[in-house]
């Protein structure tokens, strides 16, 4: 009898969770379909924009009356509480699509800055040129996603020419290696 009876209540259980199951796919559905028509146009980013627009706006009037002659990052702030910043900048700006937060990184916040190898006049604004190396996340404040497409651009663009760099210059005594050479 107590098998039977614990039987009927897993049983019960079961067909109870299927339902609220049901129940919480039909209301998530709802939401769903309410959300997509409240969508900012200003904050969607499921539009791709092409790199040439990029590489032109970058050229722009409008361009160089929103950063003028700076880098993109430099008048940025982030955003975070208290007085000291995480070490880390967020995951990504861009949630399904659009943006999840009030304040995205200098990349995620202009449409138009597009990440590629070919968009150099955007690349080397985010190369020191004092030592030549890629600036960090936390200086520039750009979010941990777009940071890692930064770096693959920058590295890109350096292999195929498009970015020069510079090579620390060496003194070598090369009758160190071969002894008929003899050191100037
Ligand atoms: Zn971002």
């Not at 559905?29 to 990029?54: F, G, H, M, Y």
């Not at 995205?104 to 004092?130: A, G, M, W």
Request: charged share 25%.
């Amino acid at each position: 009898m107590a098998l039977s009876s614990n039987l009927r209540l897993l049983l019960n259980r079961i067909v109870l969770s299927d339902v609220r199951k049901k129940i919480r796919f039909y209301s998530d559905n709802t939401d769903a379909l309410n959300e997509q028509k409240e969508i900012d146009p200003a904050k969607d980013r499921t539009k791709t924009v092409p790199v040439e627009t990029s590489i032109k706006y970058l050229q722009s009037k409008a361009y160089q009356q929103t950063y003028g002659n700076k880098p993109v990052w430099v008048l940025y702030r982030r955003n975070h509480k208290g007085g000291l910043a995480p070490k880390k900048t967020r995951k990504s700006c861009v949630r399904n699509g659009v943006i999840s937060t009030g304040n995205p990184c200098p990349i995620c916040r202009d449409e138009y800055l597009i990440l590629d190898h070919r968009n150099t006049k955007l690349l080397e604004q985010f190369v020191s040129e004092y030592t030549g190396q890629i600036q960090d996340a936390f200086i520039t404040g750009l979010c941990q996603k777009k940071h890692k497409e930064l770096l693959v651009a920058i590295e890109r663009a350096w292999d195929q020419g498009l970015l020069t760099f510079d090579v620390p210059f060496r003194e070598y005594d090369y009758s160190l290696y071969n002894k008929n050479i003899v050191s100037q």
